[in-house]
């Protein structure tokens, strides 16, 4: 039985899993984010758990597996030792499972605070959208929007 779940659960397999398994989490945040649902299974550990999961088993089939772990810190050395990194499937899976947490967090967070700071939901829509693509420029915006309802710019919070 744990071959089987070995031989289904393929690199790719895992890839579209992962991107069809953060819709649902994507989708409550942007139209329901003030929903109990939403609160229970998007803004709480459950995603995070979920990704969590799958990157420790990525990690347990590819140390089996004789992955060179101590190669990933190349990527700190050139733009080329980068890229040829990307070219490696088990890092960019562990690589995609990274940007899905951290752009989920990110979008949860900004739910969280909008709630905080009574935005509507129609508002901070084009910013989840944004984040759920771009992580980092939809954070920016929610930022920048949410100086006009906060009365206030802060760094930190």
């Known amino acids: 039985m744990i ?13 579209m899993w992962l991107n069809i398994g953060v819709i649902p989490f994507w989708f409550m945040l942007i139209v329901f984010p003030q929903s109990k649902v939403c609160g229970i299974f998007v803004t709480s550990i459950i995603p995070t758990f979920i990704l ?3 990157y420790v088993y990525l990690l347990y089939i590819f140390f089996f597996a ?24 088990e890092f960019l899976i562990l690589f995609w499972i990274h940007f899905l947490s951290i752009n989920l967090f990110c979008g949860a967070w ?9 935005i509507s939901k129609i508002i901070i829509f084009f910013p989840l959208i944004i984040t759920y693509f771009i992580g980092p420029l939809g954070l920016f915006i929610y930022w ?11 760094l930190f919070d």
Not at 4 to 13: D, L, R, S
Not at 110 to 118: A, E, G, L, M, N
Not at 144 to 154: C, D, E, L
């Open 3 to 15: 071959e089987q779940i070995f031989t289904f659960f393929t690199i790719e397999m895992i890839y």
């Open 52 to 54: 969590t999961s799958v």
């Open 66 to 89: 004789g992955y060179e772990f101590d190669k990933n810190f190349i990527l700190y050395l050139s733009f080329y030792d980068l890229a040829e990194l990307f070219e490696n499937n």
């Open 110 to 118: 900004i739910v969280r605070d909008s709630q905080r700071f009574y």
């Open 144 to 154: 920048v929007m949410r100086i006009f309802f906060a009365k206030r710019i802060t």
